[in-house]
T-cell receptor, first 116, second 112 residues
Framework: DAGITQSPRHKVTETGTPVTLRCHQT?????MYWYRQDPGHGLRLIHY???????DKGEVSDGYSVSRSKTEDFLLTLESATSSQTSVYFC???????????????FGPGTRLTVL | DAKTTQPPSMDCAEGRAANLPCNHS???????VYWYRQIHSQGPQYIIH???NNETNEMASLIITEDRKSSTLILPHATLRDTAVYYC?????????????FGAGTQVVVTP
C-alpha cells in the first residue's frame, strides 16, 4: 500500500462548515495528489504537490485548498463545504523521483465525504 | 494527453483469459500507455505500462499495436478477484508532475 493512510475514512458534515482531509505517507515520497471520484465523472485531479510548500491546481480545484508543511502530510481543505463536494476523495503518491517517465501512482484507501 | 476509448463493460469466465481493448488513435510518440484497475470501494491499483514494446509482469500483459493506435490488456487467468473497473490512460512522458486523467474505464465482471 506504499504506506498511505487517509483520515477520516468517512465523514458527514453540513453545508457551510469547513472540512479538512488528511493524507499521510511514511516513505518520504516527493509527489502527492488529491483526486475526487464521482459517478459519471471517474477520477478527477483536484490539487497536487511536488514538495513541501509546493502545490498546484488540478482540473477541479475550485472550492478546495491544500497545504503541505511536512513531506509526509498533504491536507485537503474545503473552506465552506457544499453538497456538490459530496464525493469519495483519494490521495495518491508517486513512487519515482524526479521527472522520469514511466512512473506510476499508488492510491490511498479513500475518504467518503457526505455534505448535507 | 491523448484520449482513450474503452468498452463500458465486459464479462469473462473464471480461469479464462480476459482481453481488454483500448483505442488511443491520437497517441503521440512520447506518450505512454498505462493500465490501472479499481476494485469496488478501493483506490485505483497500478497494473502495467508501456511505450511501444509489449510488456508483461506478474499481473498482466500489455500488447501495443505497431502503429500504437490501440492496445490490449491481457489477464491470463481471470479470477473472481479480478472483477473491477479497468482504466486505460495515456500520458506524456515529459509530464514531470505525473498527473493522470482517468476516463470511465471498462467494468469487468468475472463469473464462476
Amino acid at each position: 500500500d506504499a504506506g498511505i493512510t487517509q483520515s477520516p475514512r468517512h465523514k458527514v458534515t453540513e453545508t457551510g462548515t469547513p472540512v479538512t482531509l488528511r493524507c499521510h505517507q511514511t516513505e518520504n515520497h516527493r509527489y502527492m495528489y488529491w483526486y475526487r471520484q464521482d459517478p459519471g465523472h471517474g477520477l478527477r485531479l483536484i490539487h497536487y504537490s511536488y514538495g513541501v510548500k509546493d502545490t498546484d491546481k488540478g482540473e477541479v480545484s475550485d472550492g478546495y485548498s491544500v497545504s503541505r508543511s511536512k513531506t509526509e502530510d498533504f491536507l485537503l481543505t474545503l473552506e465552506s463545504a457544499t453538497s456538490s463536494q459530496t464525493s469519495v476523495y483519494f490521495c495518491a503518491i508517486r513512487m519515482a523521483s524526479g521527472g522520469l517517465p514511466g512512473d506510476e501512482q499508488f492510491f490511498g484507501p479513500g475518504t467518503r465525504l457526505t455534505v448535507l | 494527453d491523448a484520449k482513450t476509448t474503452q468498452p463500458p463493460s465486459m464479462d469473462c469466465a473464471e480461469g479464462r483469459a480476459a482481453n481488454l481493448p483500448c483505442n488511443h488513435s491520437t497517441i503521440s510518440g512520447n506518450e505512454y500507455v498505462y493500465w490501472y484497475r479499481q476494485i469496488h470501494s478501493q483506490g485505483p491499483q497500478y497494473i502495467i505500462h508501456g511505450l511501444k514494446n509489449n510488456e508483461t509482469n506478474e499481473m498482466a500483459s500489455l500488447i501495443i499495436t505497431e502503429d500504437r493506435k490501440s492496445s490490449t490488456l491481457i489477464l491470463p487467468h481471470a479470477t473472481l478477484r479480478d472483477t473491477a473497473v479497468y482504466y486505460c490512460i495515456v500520458r506524456v512522458s515529459t509530464d514531470s508532475w505525473g498527473k493522470f486523467q482517468f476516463g470511465a474505464g471498462t467494468q469487468v465482471v468475472v463469473t464462476p
